[in-house]
């Protein structure tokens, strides 16, 4: 069982920057695949970045490409997403997954079923 907590969302102007945070907790972090997803009032849940279990691989939706950075530490039970020139189409609640499950590649996880566990989210509004 792993319970995740975000923080860090807010109120930003176009261009500005936010990192979110989220905590673990539970045993053997560094076992799970995370995740940042988002989602927009009407909108599909999306998933925006995955991380692999080591954090030497990562994968981006190309709209976040070159801004966003996910990040993981693993003595701290911790991930990360610094997102930098933020613009208004990024207002979204955003959640942190784990997943214990095993493909091949990170691609392979932009189903929500790929995903174990979720964070309540955390509400990041971008004003233009």
């Known amino acids: 069982q792993v319970e995740l907590v975000e923080s860090g969302g807010g109120l930003v102007q176009t261009g500005g920057s936010l990192r979110l945070s989220c905590a673990a907790s539970g045993r053997t972090f560094s076992s799970y695949v995370m995740g940042w997803f988002r989602q927009a009032p009407g909108k599909e849940r999306e998933l925006v970045a995955t991380i692999s279990r080591d954090g030497y691989r990562t994968v981006y939706v190309d709209s976040v490409k070159g801004r966003f950075t996910i990040s993981r530490d693993n003595a701290k039970n911790r991930l990360y997403l610094q997102m930098n020139s933020l613009l208004p189409e990024d207002t979204a609640v955003y959640y942190c997954?784990?997943?214990?499950?095993?493909?091949?590649?990170?691609?392979?996880?932009?189903?929500?079923?790929?995903?174990?566990?979720w964070g309540q989210g955390t509400q990041v509004t971008v004003s233009s």
């Open positions: 997954a784990a997943s214990g499950k095993y493909y091949s590649g990170l691609y392979n996880y932009a189903d929500l079923s790929s995903w174990d566990y």
